[in-house]
């Protein structure tokens, strides 16, 4: 199967003046590699008429059709297996060729988005059509009712060039119009055999590329009662059909986005499948450079889309357009950003607007192992939290006006040139990185001790602050919906308590304050309904002695 599939990419650092690269399209092939030689049809109708003669003997299929319903409506033949939530996951490369004249071409809509010769459509995977083949993500299914006429299986499926046979299933249909379902993956088709019923929208078999195919897509062709090869789709260019045979017809473009990705590093897109690199990756760590990514089908000329990348407070970070230089029938961009050194942990969202639909991706933003900051001077609020530590490295300042929250798993080095002004504030904790959360914790926690290495929460004192070794704080439940609880003991009676409610970034949300009414465990509710779903947020403890921080995760 010749494919005409326009693959483009942008490469551009977010904030600065984009750089466009060369677009490259890939060109047909030769005209001879079509999903099927002339010399199989006759060995694949040969074997459908036999087994046609059978079916006929025993019952299962009229001798004629005279005097019958209408043609059939059918449904769309492909779709996303259970457990995959792509926007779309395919396009039409190929449309039947309705010109009988060899080296011409003519599709149902007067356009040239066809082969010659070709007798059927073909719907790529798309995107990244050998990563949906190996997972099972596009399926095969009975566009109508029907009897299975033959089936052939067990041939290679991952063929870049003219290699025969394929993999196929037929089906005859009541009103005698037969469809075929071609190139599907080796070993994935219906367990039901020849001669046995099937319905529309039951499972085929998974999207493979066996026979002549240079990628995974379904061949679907249909026949009339007489074996007269039609195309479905009714067109001003269509003079085979008296109407359509889709219950629902498509548009000849319907320019779709679809999927939003984050990647590593730039995708590779080939036929061949040694040649596609998905680099998929939905979690950075701040500072991280990332690729983002719009896969688009029937994308046309002068279209636009805007996107904004969202950080987990919802405040959009960035936003851009980008306008279609040209029409395709598959098409693919990415931009490359770089994540901010102090970017808030948690959820961030990727969002695009394109034709009337909004579409979101979602990808974390979750601790660094270690940190060095740098000199610099703080004036505003920022946040750092890594798995293992957290070192200072000269002069670097926290001004009247700055807020410094620092969580470390293991230990917090705070060097000679490190300073808070007056006014300034630094609370640093030992303390699990509060990004990726556990599924839950425990009701309680085990007291960490911050390490004996220069820390001072004063920097006019010498004093080494340390989490009482008696103290016990927890969250439950955790994750949490509408409410939660704050649970404590070790705290002596009357002892002033405070907790504080914060977001990743450090911004404070909520303040209570409470007096400890004993040592033995004590229960604080809370409602959490004005916290966001999805997010994570971290819950301060604070007594005259000890400070101690667990990170809350709401899901609803």
Wanted: proline share 7%; with cysteine; charged share 15%.
């Amino acid at each position: 199967m010749p494919l005409f599939f326009a693959l483009l990419w942008q490469v551009a650092a977010l904030g600065l003046t984009p750089s466009t690269s060369p677009e490259f399209q890939l060109t047909p092939q030769d005209e001879t590699a079509v999903c099927i030689t002339p010399e199989q049809y006759v060995e694949v109708e040969q074997l459908m008429q036999d087994h046609r003669r059978q079916l006929i003997r025993t019952g299962r299929l009229p001798e004629n059709y005279n005097g019958r319903m209408a043609p059939p409506a059918f449904i769309w033949p492909v779709r996303q297996a259970t457990g995959f939530n792509y926007p779309s996951y395919y396009s039409i490369n190929n449309f039947v060729d309705l010109d009988p004249n060899p080296g011409s071409v003519l599709d149902w809509n007067c356009g040239v988005r066809t082969y010659d010769g070709h007798r059927g459509i073909d719907i790529n995977n798309w995107p990244f059509w050998w990563n949906m083949m190996d997972n099972d993500q596009v399926e095969a299914i009975a566009a109508a009712d029907g009897v299975i006429i033959a089936k052939i299986d067990g041939n290679p499926d991952r063929n870049c060039s003219c290699i025969e046979p394929w993999n196929v299933i037929m089906i005859e249909h009541e009103d005698g119009y037969q469809s075929w379902y071609a190139h599907l993956k080796s070993g994935s088709q219906t367990t039901k055999g020849v001669g046995e019923s099937v319905v529309a929208g039951e499972y085929l078999g998974v999207i493979g590329s066996a026979g002549c195919s240079s990628n995974p897509h379904l061949h679907f062709e249909v026949r009339d009662p007489e074996s007269n090869f039609v195309e479905p789709y009714v067109g001003s260019c269509n003079s085979l059909a008296t109407g359509s045979l889709w219950a629902d017809q498509k548009p000849y473009r319907e320019g779709t986005l679809n999927q939003l990705l984050t990647h590593s590093a730039p995708p590779s897109v080939q036929f061949c499948p040694e040649g596609e690199v998905t680099n998929f990756q939905n979690q950075f760590t701040p500072g991280d450079g990332a690729y983002f990514a719009a896969y688009y089908h029937d994308q046309q000329n002068g279209e636009q889309t805007s996107f904004q990348i969202l950080d987990p407070n919802g405040t959009t970070i960035y936003n851009w357009n980008h306008t279609s230089p040209s029409s395709y029938n598959g098409s693919w961009w990415y931009w490359r950003w770089f994540i901010p050194t102090d970017g808030a942990l948690g959820t961030w969202q990727f969002i695009a607007d394109y034709n009337g639909q909004q579409h979101t991706h979602y990808f974390t933003v979750v601790c660094k192992q270690e940190l060095t900051i740098q000199p610099v001077t703080i004036n505003d609020s920022r946040i750092y939290s890594v798995v293992k530590s957290i070192s200072t490295n000269g002069a670097v300042a926290i001004t009247a006006t700055g807020e410094v929250s620092m969580t470390a798993g293991e230990s917090i080095l705070l060097t000679p040139g490190f300073s808070v002004a007056p006014g300034g504030q630094l609370l640093a904790v030992i303390d699990d990185c509060p990004f990726p959360a556990a599924a839950a914790e425990p009701e309680f926690s085990q007291p960490n001790e911050l390490p004996a290495s220069p820390f001072n929460r004063n920097p006019l004192t010498d004093q080494t602050l340390t989490n009482r070794d008696h103290l016990k704080f927890g969250i439950y439940p955790n994750p949490a919906g509408d409410n939660f609880q704050v649970i404590y003991e070790g705290i002596p009676t009357d002892e002033a308590v405070t907790i504080e409610i914060y977001e990743l970034n450090g911004r404070l949300l909520q303040r209570h304050a409470y007096t400890s009414t004993g040592t033995g465990p004590q229960s604080l509710p809370f409602s959490s309904r004005d916290l966001a779903s999805g997010q994570v947020y971290l819950i301060r403890l604070q007594t005259a002695n000890a400070t101690s921080v667990r990170r809350l995760v709401i899901s609803r």
